[in-house]
């Protein structure tokens, strides 16, 4: 069984265009999280959520809004695409937020934008 | 300066040796420390966590921390080709909601 999973696992769009990435993890955690991971493998939060709601938004452009529609699902959507978007988004989770808990990637989202 | 630091490497090591990777953070009130293995093309996955002052061992990994000196590093002994791979340095500061901040890793080539 995989434990957290990400659909899709490749993207290739146009600029402008408007995506979402899904995410979903099967071990009854309650914080979820999104990291993205630059061309040069520097792996960075931008958001969380701990029973459905936002605890950690770090200083992300707008266009990107996460949804969780439970505990079990985090959805990345991302509005007008840009270039710079291009990246590894990596969904996570962990039984709590607390300190020490450690988190479980996700298989990773390669986004491209042409 | 970063908030956390590793050297990018590469480090080559050959195989059998130990590999020493070496990390830096500085927010004192960070409790949390975390070594994360990334294979190419595949997600990070937990090797070793340690929150302790002093060694933690587990099989051939073992992590340090010195807290004083805001310092934490991963020693892996025997080091084997599979070993080969980027190794990334996190730490959870002091009610940080559980936020992983990660350093840049360092990548680990062990050579027949």
């Known amino acids: 069984d995989t434990a957290v999973s990400q659909t899709p696992k490749y993207l290739v769009t146009q600029m402008g265009n408007d995506k979402s990435i899904k995410c979903e993890q099967n071990?009854?955690?309650?914080?979820m999280y999104w990291y993205k991971q630059d061309s040069k493998k520097f792996l960075k939060i931008m958001f969380s959520?701990?029973?459905?709601?936002?605890?950690i938004n770090e200083t992300v452009p707008n266009r990107f809004s996460p949804k969780s529609p439970d505990k079990a699902h985090l959805n990345l959507h991302i509005n007008s695409l840009e270039l710079g978007d291009s990246a590894v988004y990596f969904c996570?989770?962990?039984?709590?937020?607390?300190?020490?808990?450690?988190?479980?990637f996700g298989p990773g989202t390669r986004l491209t934008v042409t | 300066q970063k908030e956390v630091e590793q050297n990018s490497g590469p480090l080559s090591v050959p195989e059998g040796a130990i590999a020493s990777l070496n990390c830096t953070y500085s927010?004192?009130?960070?409790?949390?420390f975390f070594w994360y293995r990334q294979y190419s093309g595949k997600s990070p996955e937990l090797i070793m966590f340690?929150?302790?002052?002093g060694d933690k061992e587990d099989g051939r990994f073992t992590a340090q921390l010195n807290k004083a000196s805001q310092y934490v590093s991963l020693l892996i002994r025997d080091s084997q080709p599979s070993d080969s791979a980027t190794y990334l340095c996190?730490?959870?500061?002091?009610?940080?909601?559980?936020?992983?901040?990660f350093g840049q890793g360092t990548e680990l080539s062990v050579k027949p």
């Open positions: 996570a989770s962990s039984q709590d937020r607390a300190v020490g808990y450690e988190q479980y």
């Open positions: 071990l009854g955690h309650d914080t």
């Open positions: 959520y701990n029973n459905k709601e936002l605890i």
């Open positions: 927010d004192r009130g960070s409790q949390s």
């Open positions: 340690i929150y302790s002052n």
């Open positions: 996190a730490v959870i500061g002091y009610n940080q909601g559980g936020k992983l901040i």
